[in-house]
């Protein structure tokens, strides 16, 4: 069965992510996605209520997350966000999400979550090798 | 009074984080090599007012000379002799990415006057040299700059009372860490005023495009916001040095901006573009004499919008 939406919670499961902040938020729905290190792209969009996928730590991935309605940002590749970056995403309940997979990794985790959405039942883990 | 005390120290201390010792240190190194006299370096420190003198070969560190060597190289009788013999090697040194808090502990450990920068953890290239008054230096400048954008917020926010619809936000060339500030803020004040999330979204874009575009490229300038009852009109305005063409401006994926700016996610020649399309109108005019000024309107009533597309 495909699927088209997955909740804040199941998106952290799936690319073995580290929640910083927006506790509150994981089981509000994920309708769109974007991968990308060009915070311009994103402007470009014309997307909202979408998963800001980045390798870029800065303070500017929130503020953009926060002028385009984005619903989290995940920092892919095990980097650490500065910490004017994390104050800013407490401060406005932005889920801010850490994960050591790289780019492709995450976005193939999540692939395989939205066209076989039961197959996250069985964890993550059995994706090593991607 | 304790609170706002204690905001301002967790912001110096965000900020120790976030400068990075490329952004403070000195570039222009005054370095001799390995071959020159202990004489030479004393001459030099003596001509600059130094009290430390990098030994460089190859553009790779390989010592370093202070006053204190030059004391005993004439006590000792050896002022003539080369350098490599008595130079301190395995000299401390810090990577150009990390951040000035490192190097600040570094000078509180070890009371050195300075710390060569080198380009990158684990090698010896210099590229550059830190004080400590460098570090401090650039942390009251950007202070400052904080300080004054949060006055502006302020002006603003009592202009609020007394006009009710018009905010102008100052905007600070070059000053990235406060860029977005004014958008996210005006994009509060139209949440407040209940306008439909995508077109507030459509405007908070113009908007910080435009703060970016401003730091980015001009020598600094301002943004005004005029909500109206049926439309927001956006006045950015800047000091120039203008658009030199502006038909290739407006092209998608032309730019002009530099690594740093791309690094920092920006930079892809997407922002006059994409402000274009976010806008349902939208006009710029650039001069080399006076910068440049762009005008963009967006309907916050959806219906107007579509009567005025059925006339076209």
């Given at each position: 069965?495909?699927?088209?939406?997955?909740?804040i919670?199941?998106?952290?499961?799936?690319?073995?992510?580290?929640?910083?902040?927006g506790?509150?938020?994981?089981?509000?729905?994920v309708?769109?996605?974007?991968?990308?290190?060009?915070?311009?792209?994103?402007?470009?969009?014309?997307?909202?209520?979408?998963a800001?996928?980045?390798?870029?730590?800065?303070?500017?991935?929130?503020?953009?997350?926060?002028?385009?309605?984005a619903c989290c940002v995940v920092?892919?590749?095990?980097?650490?966000?500065?910490?004017?970056?994390?104050?800013?995403?407490?401060?406005?309940?932005i889920p801010?999400i850490?994960?050591?997979?790289?780019?492709?990794?995450?976005?193939?985790?999540?692939?395989?979550?939205?066209?076989?959405?039961?197959?996250?039942?069985?964890?993550?883990?059995?994706?090593?090798?991607? | 009074?304790?609170?706002?005390?204690?905001?301002?120290?967790?912001?110096?201390?965000?900020?120790?984080?976030?400068?990075?010792?490329?952004?403070?240190?000195?570039?222009?190194?005054?370095?001799?090599?390995?071959?020159?006299?202990?004489?030479?370096?004393?001459?030099?420190?003596?001509?600059?007012?130094?009290?430390?003198?990098?030994?460089?070969?190859?553009?790779?560190?390989?010592?370093?000379?202070?006053?204190?060597?030059?004391?005993?190289?004439?006590?000792?009788?050896?002022?003539?002799?080369?350098?490599?013999?008595?130079?301190?090697?395995?000299?401390?040194?810090?990577?150009?990415?990390?951040?000035?808090?490192?190097?600040?502990?570094?000078?509180?450990?070890?009371?050195?006057?300075?710390?060569?920068?080198?380009?990158?953890?684990?090698?010896?290239?210099?590229?550059?040299?830190?004080?400590?008054?460098?570090?401090?230096?650039?942390?009251?400048?950007?202070?400052?700059?904080?300080?004054?954008?949060?006055?502006?917020?302020?002006?603003?926010?009592?202009?609020?009372?007394?006009?009710?619809?018009?905010?102008?936000?100052?905007?600070?060339?070059?000053?990235?860490?406060?860029?977005?500030?004014?958008?996210?803020?005006?994009?509060?004040?139209?949440?407040?005023?209940?306008?439909?999330?995508?077109?507030?979204?459509?405007?908070?874009?113009?908007?910080?495009?435009?703060?970016?575009?401003?730091?980015?490229?001009?020598?600094?300038?301002?943004?005004?916001?005029?909500?109206?009852?049926?439309?927001?009109?956006?006045?950015?305005?800047?000091?120039?040095?203008?658009?030199?063409?502006?038909?290739?401006?407006?092209?998608?994926?032309?730019?002009?901006?530099?690594?740093?700016?791309?690094?920092?996610?920006?930079?892809?020649?997407?922002?006059?573009?994409?402000?274009?399309?976010?806008?349902?109108?939208?006009?710029?005019?650039?001069?080399?004499?006076?910068?440049?000024?762009?005008?963009?309107?967006?309907?916050?009533?959806?219906?107007?919008?579509?009567?005025?597309?059925?006339?076209?």
């Amino acid at each position: 069965m495909k699927k088209d939406k997955i909740t804040i919670a199941e998106l952290i499961q799936a690319i073995e992510g580290e929640l910083i902040s927006g506790e509150d938020k994981l089981d509000r729905t994920v309708e769109n996605f974007g991968a990308t290190d060009l915070l311009s792209d994103v402007l470009a969009m014309g997307k909202s209520n979408y998963a800001l996928l980045t390798g870029l730590t800065n303070v500017q991935i929130l503020r953009t997350a926060e002028i385009t309605n984005a619903c989290c940002v995940v920092i892919v590749r095990n980097k650490q966000p500065q910490p004017a970056a994390v104050s800013l995403a407490k401060r406005n309940g932005i889920p801010l999400i850490l994960s050591r997979l790289t780019m492709f990794d995450a976005c193939c985790r999540i692939g395989r979550l939205l066209e076989n959405p039961d197959g996250r039942i069985e964890g993550s883990p059995n994706t090593a090798g991607t | 009074m304790a609170e706002l005390k204690d905001r301002q120290i967790r912001l110096v201390h965000e900020l120790m984080y976030q400068i990075k010792v490329h952004q403070v240190m000195n570039r222009n190194v005054v370095s001799l090599p390995s071959t020159a006299t202990m004489r030479e370096v004393q001459l030099c420190m003596k001509e600059k007012k130094f009290s430390g003198v990098p030994i460089v070969d190859n553009g790779n560190l390989a010592g370093i000379i202070s006053i204190d060597d030059i004391i005993t190289a004439f006590d000792h009788g050896y002022i003539e002799d080369q350098v490599g013999k008595h130079m301190t090697k395995n000299v401390m040194t810090i990577p150009q990415n990390y951040s000035v808090i490192t190097a600040t502990n570094i000078f509180k450990k070890y009371h050195f006057g300075r710390i060569p920068v080198v380009k990158a953890a684990g090698t010896q290239e210099l590229v550059g040299i830190v004080t400590y008054g460098d570090i401090l230096s650039h942390l009251l400048m950007q202070v400052n700059a904080i300080a004054e954008h949060f006055e502006t917020i302020e002006t603003l926010s009592k202009r609020d009372q007394s006009q009710g619809n018009v905010y102008r936000f100052e905007i600070v060339q070059d000053n990235f860490d406060l860029a977005g500030v004014a958008s996210t803020t005006i994009k509060k004040y139209l949440q407040d005023r209940k306008i439909l999330p995508d077109i507030v979204r459509r405007i908070a874009i113009i908007c910080y495009e435009a703060e970016m575009n401003v730091i980015i490229h001009s020598l600094g300038g301002y943004m005004e916001v005029q909500i109206q009852d049926d439309l927001v009109k956006i006045v950015i305005v800047d000091e120039g040095p203008g658009i030199p063409d502006l038909e290739k401006a407006m092209e998608p994926g032309f730019t002009t901006a530099n690594e740093k700016i791309r690094s920092l996610g920006f930079g892809a020649g997407l922002g006059l573009p994409n402000m274009k399309s976010c806008a349902d109108k939208f006009s710029i005019r650039s001069s080399m004499e006076t910068g440049t000024e762009i005008e963009a309107i967006v309907y916050t009533v959806e219906h107007h919008k579509d009567l005025d597309k059925k006339k076209t």
